[in-house]
């Protein structure tokens, strides 16, 4: 083998570990951002109820960090707002016990969207909800029992 094909396959191959380990640091870094946090609340939202789809993101809206949860509900609600509430404020009480980001104690708000789908084709027909609940991680969420036990010590 001559010297310049022997200098060339040593080239390609220094730079094959080098992509490799660049590759390996980018994946180390992205393990640790706020985008891999996001992406693993929305799988955990997705696989606890069962929805086919689901998104999680935090963005300025007004001066205000929002954390965004959208997702696609398999449950037809036959135009109940109640079931569409009820299933809403599920995902609601989850997020506010199972958020754990770098920037919890900085959102502002916890916006959360339903979306349902009937039909298909022309009579294709989207419904959606939205719930927002401000300051949602400054303190742990109550349920009435606590309240009325609170004003009994009083």
Known sequence: MSKSLWSIVVLGFVTVILMVV?????LNAYKRSPA???AKFSN?????????????????SNGLLVLQVEFLSPVESNFSDDVMNAEI???IDFAQKRYDGTDRRLINRLLVRRTEIQGS???????EREMAVDKPFSA?????EETDEEEEER
């Open 44 to 60: 955990l939202v997705r696989e606890t109820f069962g929805f086919t789809e689901v998104g999680a993101g935090v963005r300025d």
């Open 22 to 26: 660049m590759m390996l640091v980018s």
């Open 89 to 91: 404020q599920k995902v």
């Open 140 to 144: 742990p969420p109550r349920s009435a």
């Open 121 to 127: 084709g022309c009579w294709r027909r989207t419904l």
């Open 36 to 38: 891999a946090n996001r």
